[in-house]
């Protein structure tokens, strides 16, 4: 991306008055983050437009209510309620082609829009390579067709994952040559059933442990495709975990992943894990990821992009340098347990790493399954709903799909981040701030992680 029409002086706020926005993912952990950063933060920001889709019988007015109604939003409906106004859902789904756009919202969308934020995915490790490739790749390539046409579009931005190309130990701020043909890979998913597709998910994924990351990889090599006629970049943020301060201090609206685990071990139930106590795990906070998309959208609309320019990849990851093992982790949190306990604690907390499958499923069976079998056996003589077994079998799956990534180590370039950070206008700085250099991490975790399953009893939703 050409750097010298860039014009810094021109604030990040002030950008972003006047601009339309049409985001996907807006239900989402990181979707609903970015609405509640921009309207507070870029408050003369004109609309932003929200892909969503009915679900459970709710439709898509009153799951916008819903969401607005969460302590995330406290701080934004305090002092700038109006704001909300500025929401407008449009009907869609990431899982058809097009989105399912009605042709009214689809000429709103070419006639309003100025930056478009493509953040939905299916995240679901497990999912079909059919159903991935159809949410994951085809989403894109139909974000990229509507982008062409959108008549003022400044920017297209791309949230990726900084885990799509594993193959390499050191994953630089670049796009790397494709792994397959993408529309032959959507035609595919297209014509073929969930059957005999199937088949071919073990030579389709080759070194890729889930069909998540397969597709998104896919997905990057069409946004590369589209570069050349769109104003185009890719943000790939790591393992994104709970806030670092804005706008509350350890949001977070899911339990997935690796803080599931901290969560279910802090109850004790957890004490045996398939990883690596060397290998550091790369986290981010969901603040620095919603201010890396912002400036990433700033830069790109203040540059002037020809049909030669270099795509612009960021990494967005925590520094290496800082970066900790989730076996550390686990230490600092059975610390904090033994100072505050959780309620109902069923075992102290104590896990036992291993990177031997034969170790692993002896000790599951002995120190997970067989309590577990025990546990439920008396609820159920006094009464009780038997429930131990089943998150048992949760943790088992949750620990099964992150394997990989507790066993293996990568490391991540970061030029481009840091030179993003040295463009924003200094008085921009602390708001939109990317900075983790000076973060302690004891005092994030006590912080943020800790205290957020202590108010949530231990319980997260996945658990119950």
């Known amino acids: 991306m050409d750097k010298n029409t860039i014009d810094p002086a021109k604030s990040i706020p002030s950008f972003y008055a006047g601009q339309s926005i049409f985001l996907t993912g807006a239900t989402g952990f990181i979707g609903k983050v970015y609405i509640e950063k921009i309207l507070r933060s870029c408050p003369d920001v004109r609309e932003i437009f929200i892909l969503m889709r009915p679900k459970k019988g709710i439709n898509i007015n009153e799951r916008l209510e819903k969401m607005l109604s969460l302590p995330l939003f406290d701080k934004l409906r305090e002092k700038q309620s109006l704001n909300f106004k500025k929401l407008i859902p449009v009907f869609g789904d990431i899982n058809q082609e097009n989105f399912n756009l009605s042709v009214v919202d689809r000429q709103m969308l070419i006639e309003r829009v100025t930056i478009i934020i493509h953040n939905a995915a299916s995240v679901k490790f497990n999912d079909s390579l059919k159903y991935a490739i159809l949410s994951n790749t085809r989403s894109t390539r139909d974000i990229c067709i509507l982008a062409e046409n959108i008549k003022n579009l400044i920017a297209l931005v791309y949230v990726g994952t900084a885990y799509t190309h594993l193959d390499n130990p050191f994953i630089e701020e670049k796009v790397y040559p494709p792994i ?190 067989l309590p577990a079998i025990i546990i439920d056996s008396v609820l159920k003589f006094l009464g009780h709903q038997p429930m131990i077994l089943g998150l048992q ?72």
């Open 180 to 369: 397959a043909n993408w529309r032959k890979m959507i035609k595919v998913a297209e014509l073929l059933d969930e059957h005999n597709l199937s088949i071919f998910t073990a030579k389709c994924l080759d070194y890729f442990p889930n069909t998540y990351l397969f597709s998104k990889k896919l997905a990057e090599s069409v946004i590369h495709e589209y570069s050349s006629s769109l104003p185009c970049a890719i943000v790939r943020p790591s393992i994104v975990i709970s806030s670092l301060k804005d706008p509350i201090p350890g949001w977070i609206d899911n339990f997935n992943g690796p803080m599931g685990l901290l969560a279910f071990g802090g109850k004790g139930l957890l004490r045996v894990l398939y990883g690596s106590k060397c290998t550091s795990q790369n986290q981010i906070p969901i603040d620095t990821v919603i201010n890396t998309i912002i400036v990433v959208t700033w830069k790109l609309g203040l540059t002037t992009s020809t049909p030669t320019s270099t795509i612009l990849v960021i990494n967005c990851t925590f520094p290496d340098e800082k970066s900790t093992s989730f076996y550390e982790k686990t230490l600092i949190m059975i610390k904090l347990l033994k100072k505050i306990p959780l309620e109902g604690m069923v075992w102290i907390p104590r896990s036992v790493f291993t990177e031997s499958s034969i170790i692993y499923y002896v000790l599951t069976v002995l120190c997970h399954i």
């Open 393 to 464: 079998r949760k943790a088992y799956v949750a620990n099964h799909a992150l394997k990989h990534f507790m066993c293996n180590e990568w490391k991540f370039d970061n030029t481009n981040s840091r030179n993003l950070m040295s463009l924003i206008p200094s008085d921009n700085r602390e708001i939109f701030s990317m900075d983790l250099s000076d973060i302690d991490m004891t005092k994030y975790l006590r912080v943020h992680h800790f205290d957020n399953m202590c108010q949530s009893q231990g319980y997260p939703r996945w658990l119950s």
